[in-house]
């Protein structure tokens, strides 16, 4: 049985940079077919696809996030992580971390989501 | 943003069956057959309720079908319950500089 778990802090100061990272346990992150994603969601609204990694080290990532977003992958320690830059208030979040097989697939397994806060 | 546009709410009596739409475009909804939906209640994870528009996950209640018209696709809950009352979210794939567009939700409710 596949488990994601999301580990990060919870509370991020407006303008600095939330790093998360997601756990992989029941099985390798490095399989050809499976896609590795992060998908938001702000208190009381919708989801959000923020980015996807393949183990590999490819990336793709949501248009409107492009130039805050990065993702990595480390193999070895079977997690990939999520860095978005100059947070404000609208970044508030659950952050869940996720699978799905081939690029265009739906997403099979979740983390239980981490909220992160931004706030001074 | 939400690229996908769904009816904020939607609802039904125990027993009936209710339709939720999902709008894009020819970049997404209609251009791919990679449409999926979720069930999200309070607090909870999403669950994967159909993929490839119609197909449903083992365990997933065949009260619950998709299908696809043009741009729209359709997620039909039959024979309604009162545990499906929830958050309804679809998705589609939208090429590869954009593998994943949500719709902004759907609440549903049971009378």
């Known amino acids: 049985q596949l488990q994601l778990q999301e580990s990060g802090p919870g509370l991020v100061n407006p303008s600095e940079t939330l790093s998360l990272i997601c756990n992989v346990s029941?099985?390798?992150?490095?399989?050809?077919?499976?896609?590795w994603a992060w998908v938001r969601q702000p208190p009381g609204r919708g989801l959000e696809w923020m980015g996807s990694?393949?183990?590999?080290?490819?990336?793709y990532y949501n248009p409107y996030l492009l130039s805050r977003v990065t993702m990595s992958v480390d193999t070895s320690k079977n997690q990939f992580s999520l860095r978005l830059s100059s947070v404000t208030a609208a970044d508030t979040a659950v952050y869940f971390c996720?699978?799905?097989?081939?690029?265009?697939?739906?997403?099979?397994?979740w983390g239980q989501g981490t909220l992160v806060t931004v706030s001074s | 943003q939400s690229a996908l546009t769904q009816p904020p709410s939607a609802s039904g009596s125990p027993g009936q069956s209710v339709t939720i739409s999902c709008t894009g475009t020819?970049?997404?909804?209609?251009?791919?057959?990679?449409v999926s939906w979720y069930q999200q209640h309070p607090g909870k994870v999403p669950k994967l309720m159909i993929y490839?528009?119609?197909k449903r996950p083992s365990g997933v209640p065949d009260r619950f079908s998709g299908s696809k018209s043009g741009n729209t696709a359709s997620l039909t809950v039959s024979g309604l319950q009162a545990e499906d009352e929830a958050d309804y979210y679809c998705?589609?794939?939208?090429?590869?500089?954009?593998?994943?567009?949500f719709g902004g939700g759907t609440k549903l409710t049971v009378l």
């Open positions: 996720s699978r799905h097989t081939y690029s265009y697939g739906h997403y099979d397994d």
């Open positions: 029941g099985g390798s992150i490095s399989i050809r077919t499976d896609y």
């Open positions: 990694i393949h183990y590999s080290g490819g990336t």
């Open positions: 020819s970049s997404d909804v209609g251009g791919y057959n990679y």
């Open positions: 490839e528009v119609s």
């Open positions: 998705r589609s794939y939208a090429g590869s500089n954009n593998l994943g567009v």
